[in-house]
């Protein structure tokens, strides 16, 4: 197997000589199958031994080793050198949306901290204590099976747009986290958990660009969680919210008559009565009505229309 010349693009931040990150070049011989932790471990242990990065298991288990790829976040101990190499490099970064501390290692208080507004422990019910453990049926754990396997790497945190402009977000790990308790049948907090996460910042603020799903590297992948704790609330008649408003907004113009009313949706999100809230509307609106981006007044109809409409209409059926 012959090894392969890689230039190795490394961001580097001393906070006791740089005022900001600069990168630094290193060439490796990497052969067939290695990882990038390798490399990386091998860049420190054979060229440059003041360069500092986080890892421990070596084997996707402990999360502690996701930096930015080539721009965007993955586990490198699970990644293949050679499926990253472009031009003859590989470039390194941190992870994103936390502050570096030094090199490749970063601040992760604020990512820790997001955990602690969801209350990430199993809350039973104290009155029905069993006398021994309390039992769960292969079916009841298929529900949370999926979000049980995040390692909180900190990926999707890193890659998530709504981070980068809303640092109050909870994020899609903690909103993963959110729904292992949510949907565990031996918690007795559910409503109350669902409340906490439809609130502003929660749920709601996730944007579906599906960036947390695709840097995922265990099956958590938040964005089908986030979309989960979303449908719970709405069947539990959580409807007082501005995303849930905008859901029912959606429905009601789109789903239901085929047109849409982009005045009518954002004024049902804030609330009719909401008289703060609809003023909130106005500087926005009037920048658009300045740059002529504003919205038709009539509502209009929009491609494809019967289809949409087809695919609420399915979805009303099986709700029933
Ligand atoms: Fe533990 Fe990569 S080193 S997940």
Redesign the pocket.
């Known amino acids: 197997m012959t090894a392969t010349n890689v230039t190795f693009k490394v961001f580097r931040f001393d906070p006791e000589k740089d005022t900001e990150g600069r990168y630094q070049d290193y060439t490796l011989a990497v052969a067939p199958g290695e990882t990038i932790?390798n490399c990386v471990n091998r860049i420190k242990w054979e060229q440059d031994q003041t360069l500092a990065h986080r890892?421990?298991?070596?084997?996707?288990?402990?999360?502690?080793?996701a930096m930015k790829i080539n721009g965007h976040a993955t586990?490198v101990?699970k990644t293949q050198a050679m499926d990253k190499v472009k031009d003859g490099v590989i470039r390194i970064d941190p992870i994103g949306n936390l502050k570096p501390l030094r090199d490749l290692v970063v601040d992760l208080t604020p990512f820790w901290k997001s955990f602690e507004k969801v209350e990430p422990w199993l809350a039973p019910d104290a009155h029905s204590a069993p006398e021994k453990e309390r039992l769960q049926t292969p079916e009841q754990f298929a529900k949370i099976d999926n979000s049980t396997t995040c390692?909180m790497?900190a990926a999707c945190f890193s890659d998530c747009n709504v981070l980068e402009v809303d640092k109050r977000y909870y994020g899609p790990a903690t909103l993963a986290k959110a729904h292992r308790f949510i949907f565990d049948s031996r918690d007795a907090r559910t409503e109350a958990r669902l409340r906490k996460v439809t609130e502003e910042t929660g749920v709601w603020d996730c944007t579906h660009c599906g960036e947390c799903s695709t840097r995922c590297p265990t099956e958590t992948k938040p964005l089908a969680r986030i979309n989960e704790i979303r449908q719970a609330a709405m069947k539990a008649g959580m409807h007082d919210t501005s995303g849930a408003r905008h859901v029912l907004g959606f429905r009601e113009t789109v789903g239901k008559r085929g047109l849409l009313d982009e005045n009518y949706v954002p004024i049902r999100s804030v609330g009719f009565f909401n008289l703060a809230g609809l003023l909130s509307l106005a500087p926005v609106g009037l920048r658009m009505l300045a740059r002529g981006k504003n919205p038709p007044f009539i509502p209009h109809s929009i491609e494809k229309a019967g289809e949409v409409r087809a695919i609420f209409a399915k979805r009303e059926e099986l709700n029933k």
Do not use: D, K, Q
């Open positions: 932790l890892f421990s298991c070596g084997s996707a288990i402990c999360g502690s080793c586990l101990c390692i790497c």
